[in-house]
């Protein structure tokens, strides 16, 4: 099987929230994955390749609005598709 479906690239910032400014709704569409420091991530809510970070949500705390708080982890990022 081929693929004749062509990706999109990835860009250097991404974010997983539709209210976003750097939300592209044609990547996900399909499956990307994401690398920190060599490790698969599987919680990323954002990141940029560029500057070396990944955005995860706290697991207890909330912000007014009643979303979890992002904890900014750096590191050597790279972004890939499945």
Same mark, same amino acid.
């Not at 690239?9 to 400014?21: E, F, G, Q, T």
């Given at each position: 099987?081929? !693929? =004749? =479906?062509?990706?999109? $690239?990835?860009?250097?910032?991404?974010?997983?929230?539709? /209210?976003?400014? @750097? @939300?592209?709704? $044609?990547? %996900? #569409?399909?499956?990307?994955?994401?690398?920190?420091?060599?490790? #698969? /991530?599987?919680?990323?809510? #954002?990141?940029?390749?560029? #500057?070396?970070?990944?955005?995860?949500?706290? @697991?207890? $705390?909330? !912000?007014?609005?009643?979303?979890?708080?992002?904890?900014?982890?750096?590191?050597?990022?790279?972004? %890939?598709?499945?």
């Amino acid at each position: 099987m081929t !693929d =004749t =479906t062509s990706k999109p $690239a990835l860009p250097d910032r991404l974010s997983v929230n539709p /209210r976003s400014k @750097h @939300h592209v709704k $044609a990547i %996900f #569409e399909h499956d990307i994955g994401i690398k920190l420091n060599d490790k #698969e /991530r599987f919680d990323v809510e #954002e990141y940029c390749i560029s #500057e070396g970070w990944v955005k995860v949500p706290s @697991h207890k $705390a909330l !912000d007014r609005r009643g979303q979890p708080l992002m904890i900014t982890v750096k590191g050597t990022v790279e972004a %890939f598709y499945k």
